[in-house]
C-alpha cells in the first residue's frame, strides 16, 4: 500500500519539486497539501502549489493555512531572488478548499488511523498551530519528517536556517511534541546536488513534472551560483523533495539519533537548530538528524519517477 503523506509547503521550487515527486511516485499516496507563508506570502504559495498541481495534471486538495508566524507580526523574507513571486509556470485553474489549513490537519489526524506522515517543507507554523489547538493529535501522526534547521550549516544567519528562522517558536513546539520526527538539515541536502548536467537531462525526458524540474532547477543555480555557491559551480541543493526520497528509500539519507531543539532568543543565534551531536544535555534524543545523502541515487529517483 502506498504511504499517505501530507505536505505542508511554502511553495517555490523546491516544494514544487517535492510536491510532483509525492503525486507521481507509486509509493506515496499525497492527500493533500497545506501551504504556510515563508518563501512567499501564504496567498502565493497556493497559487504556486495549485499550478504544480494543474501543470502535471493530478486532482489534490490544497489547504491555504498560516499566513504570519506564532509570535511575530510577519513572516522574514529572503529568498524571493531564488524562488520568484510565482513559480514559471501557466497560472492555476483549480481553486484550494474553503477549510482552513490548521482545522484540515487537526480534523484529518482525528480521524486517521495514525497512518499518515506529515511532511512540513516550509515553516511550522500551521503544525505548531494545529499541536497547540488540539494535542489529541499528537499520537495520530505516524512520523514528522521535516526539511529544515543546519548544524554546520546556515543560510539565513551563520546559525539559521530559513524554515526554522522564520518561526523559531513554532519550530520548537513541533520538535518537542513527541511525535517520531526525521530532520533534513542543510548538512544533508548540501550533499545532495542537482546540476545544470542534470537539467539537460531533465528537459530531454520532456513530461510535464521533468521540464518543470528544469525550469525550476536552472532558476536556483543562477541564484546559487550568484549568492551563496555549492562547492561544485552550476549546482543546487533540491532541499524539500529529499523528505519524500527518504520516505521512499529511507537509507537515502544517513541519520543519527539525538536530542535537538531550537534557539528562540539569542541575538546572535536566533532560529539555531540545536543538535545534540556529543550528548552534553542529559536529554533523551527526540529526532532522527541526518548528516549525509545519496546524491546519485536521489537524482536517479526524480529522474525515474519524472519519466
Same mark, same amino acid.
Given at each position: 500500500?502506498?504511504?499517505?503523506?501530507?505536505?505542508?509547503?511554502?511553495?517555490?521550487?523546491?516544494?514544487?519539486?517535492?510536491?510532483?515527486?509525492?503525486?507521481?511516485?507509486?509509493?506515496?499516496?499525497?492527500?493533500? $497539501?497545506?501551504?504556510?507563508?515563508?518563501?512567499?506570502?501564504?496567498?502565493?504559495?497556493?497559487?504556486?502549489?495549485?499550478?504544480?498541481?494543474?501543470?502535471?495534471?493530478?486532482?489534490?486538495? @490544497?489547504?491555504?493555512?498560516?499566513?504570519?508566524?506564532?509570535?511575530?507580526?510577519?513572516?522574514?523574507?529572503?529568498?524571493?531572488?531564488?524562488?520568484?513571486?510565482?513559480?514559471?509556470?501557466?497560472?492555476?485553474?483549480?481553486?484550494?478548499?474553503?477549510?482552513?489549513?490548521?482545522?484540515?490537519?487537526?480534523?484529518?489526524?482525528?480521524?486517521?488511523? =495514525?497512518?499518515?506522515?506529515?511532511?512540513?517543507?516550509?515553516?511550522?507554523?500551521?503544525? /505548531?498551530?494545529?499541536?497547540?489547538?488540539?494535542?489529541?493529535?499528537?499520537?495520530?501522526?505516524?512520523?514528522?519528517?521535516?526539511?529544515?534547521? =543546519?548544524?554546520?550549516?546556515?543560510?539565513?544567519?551563520?546559525?539559521?536556517? $530559513?524554515?526554522?528562522?522564520?518561526?523559531?517558536?513554532?519550530?520548537?513546539?513541533?520538535?518537542?511534541?513527541?511525535?517520531?520526527?526525521?530532520?533534513?538539515?542543510?548538512? /544533508?541536502?548540501?550533499?545532495?546536488?542537482?546540476?545544470?548536467?542534470?537539467?539537460?537531462?531533465?528537459?530531454?525526458?520532456?513530461?510535464?513534472?521533468?521540464? $518543470?524540474? $528544469?525550469?525550476?532547477?536552472?532558476?536556483?543555480?543562477?541564484?546559487? %551560483?550568484?549568492?551563496?555557491?555549492?562547492?561544485?559551480?552550476?549546482?543546487?541543493?533540491?532541499?524539500?523533495?529529499?523528505?519524500?526520497?527518504?520516505?521512499?528509500?529511507? %537509507?537515502?539519507?544517513?541519520?543519527?539519533?539525538?536530542?535537538?531543539?531550537?534557539?528562540?532568543?539569542?541575538?546572535?543565534?536566533?532560529?539555531?537548530?540545536?543538535? %545534540?551531536?556529543?550528548?552534553?544535555?542529559?536529554?533523551?534524543?527526540?529526532?532522527? @538528524? /541526518?548528516?549525509?545523502?545519496?546524491?546519485?541515487?536521489?537524482?536517479?529517483?526524480?529522474?525515474?519517477?519524472?519519466?
Amino acid at each position: 500500500m502506498p504511504q499517505k503523506v501530507i505536505l505542508d509547503v511554502d511553495t517555490g521550487t523546491d516544494d514544487a519539486v517535492a510536491l510532483m515527486l509525492a503525486a507521481l511516485h507509486p509509493e506515496i499516496e499525497l492527500i493533500a $497539501a497545506t501551504t504556510v507563508g515563508g518563501n512567499v506570502p501564504v496567498e502565493n504559495c497556493t497559487e504556486n502549489t495549485l499550478r504544480v498541481f494543474d501543470h502535471i495534471g493530478v486532482s489534490i486538495p @490544497v489547504y491555504e493555512g498560516m499566513g504570519v508566524p506564532l509570535a511575530r507580526s510577519q513572516f522574514p523574507r529572503g529568498s524571493v531572488h531564488i524562488h520568484g513571486e510565482y513559480l514559471d509556470i501557466p497560472p492555476s485553474r483549480s481553486k484550494a478548499e474553503s477549510m482552513h489549513a490548521v482545522d484540515y490537519l487537526i480534523r484529518t489526524f482525528m480521524k486517521s488511523d =495514525g497512518d499518515i506522515i506529515l511532511v512540513p517543507t516550509g515553516s511550522m507554523t500551521n503544525v /505548531a498551530m494545529a499541536i497547540r489547538q488540539e494535542p489529541r493529535i499528537v499520537p495520530k501522526i505516524r512520523e514528522i519528517i521535516f526539511m529544515g534547521g =543546519g548544524h554546520e550549516i546556515g543560510n539565513v544567519t551563520p546559525s539559521a536556517e $530559513a524554515n526554522i528562522f522564520r518561526d523559531p517558536e513554532a519550530a520548537r513546539v513541533m520538535v518537542q511534541c513527541g511525535v517520531p520526527m526525521r530532520m533534513l538539515p542543510l548538512d /544533508a541536502t548540501h550533499k545532495a546536488l542537482i546540476s545544470t548536467e542534470d537539467c539537460q537531462a531533465f528537459r530531454a525526458i520532456g513530461t510535464p513534472a521533468a521540464v $518543470a524540474t $528544469a525550469i525550476f532547477v536552472e532558476r536556483r543555480i543562477k541564484a546559487y %551560483d550568484a549568492t551563496q555557491p555549492m562547492k561544485r559551480l552550476g549546482t543546487t541543493p533540491l532541499h524539500d523533495p529529499l523528505c519524500i526520497a527518504c520516505i521512499i528509500e529511507p %537509507d537515502i539519507i544517513e541519520t543519527d539519533f539525538i536530542y535537538v531543539d531550537v534557539e528562540c532568543y539569542g541575538e546572535l543565534t536566533r532560529g539555531r537548530t540545536v543538535c %545534540d551531536t556529543h550528548h552534553r544535555s542529559g536529554k533523551e534524543p527526540n529526532v532522527h @538528524v /541526518a548528516f549525509n545523502a545519496d546524491e546519485a541515487r536521489f537524482r536517479k529517483m526524480l529522474m525515474d519517477t519524472f519519466s
